[in-house]
């Protein structure tokens, strides 16, 4: 069975630095997505790493996948208050399209 | 991209009826799907919305409970069926592109509260 795990789970940062977030899954797949969602709004999609080694980049945010280590990266830099949200990966089950999501990671930055 | 409507966006509910969920994509999409998030939680698959046959439910997930329909490539339904207070939960379809490389996008979600 996939399993996907994000940590951290909850992430407070001040503006102007850096953090990870790290997504690890449990069995191979060589497609995993980044999605933002706002409280209360849907899923916005952010990345789409379809291979080992894509590196995908985006504002402040940068993706990355090893799908060799069954992990993605989620980098941000000189974080902003407007990146508060939380960040989902979600990794397909087998090629079959179907998503299965880590729990999250809730993003505050501070002033 | 692909824009993704769904009506209602909420609906409160009494125990034991039923609620249809309609999801409305803005251009022909290779493959829909029907998830649930529960309050503050992450979200979970619950069925592949088929073109014209039955749909395909993941574990947990029966169609008794949730029969869903997908009578063309735009437009499906989820109906959630003899409804409990556990029901409450925000439900999302998405839709999978022609051209999107694999690319999932999501409906803004039906918040449904069952009392």
């Known amino acids: 069975e996939l399993k996907v795990e994000q940590n951290p789970l909850f992430l407070s940062m001040q503006e102007g630095k850096n953090y990870t977030i790290y997504c690890n899954y449990s069995t191979t797949s060589d497609r995993l997505y980044w999605y933002r969602q706002d409280p209360g709004k849907s899923l916005e999609s952010l990345f789409v790493?379809?291979?080992?080694?894509a590196v995908k980049q985006e504002g402040r945010l940068m993706a990355s996948l090893d799908t060799k280590a069954r992990l993605s990266t989620l980098h941000i830099t000189a974080a902003v208050h407007d990146l508060s949200a939380t960040y989902f990966c979600?990794?397909?089950?087998?090629?079959?399209?179907?998503?299965?999501f880590g729990k999250g990671t809730k993003l505050t930055v501070n002033p | 991209s692909a824009v993704i409507s769904q009506k209602p966006s909420r609906d409160i509910c009494q125990r034991g009826t039923s609620l249809t969920i309609q999801c409305q994509v803005d251009?022909?999409?290779?493959?829909m799907f029907w998830y649930r998030q529960q309050p503050g939680q992450s979200l979970t698959l619950i069925a592949t919305a088929n073109q014209g046959s039955e749909a395909t439910y993941e574990s947990g997930f029966v169609i008794d409970k949730f029969p869903i329909s997908r009578p063309n490539l735009t437009f499906s339904t989820l109906t959630v069926s003899n409804m409990s207070p556990e029901d409450s939960s925000i439900y999302l379809c998405?839709?999978?592109?022609?051209?999107?490389?694999?690319?999932?996008?999501f409906g803004p979600g039906t918040r449904l509260t069952v009392l």
């Open positions: 998405s839709a999978i592109e022609w051209s999107s490389y694999n690319e999932q996008f």
């Open positions: 251009s022909q999409v290779t493959m």
């Open positions: 790493l379809l291979s080992n080694g």
């Open positions: 979600a990794v397909d089950k087998g090629g079959s399209e179907k998503l299965v």
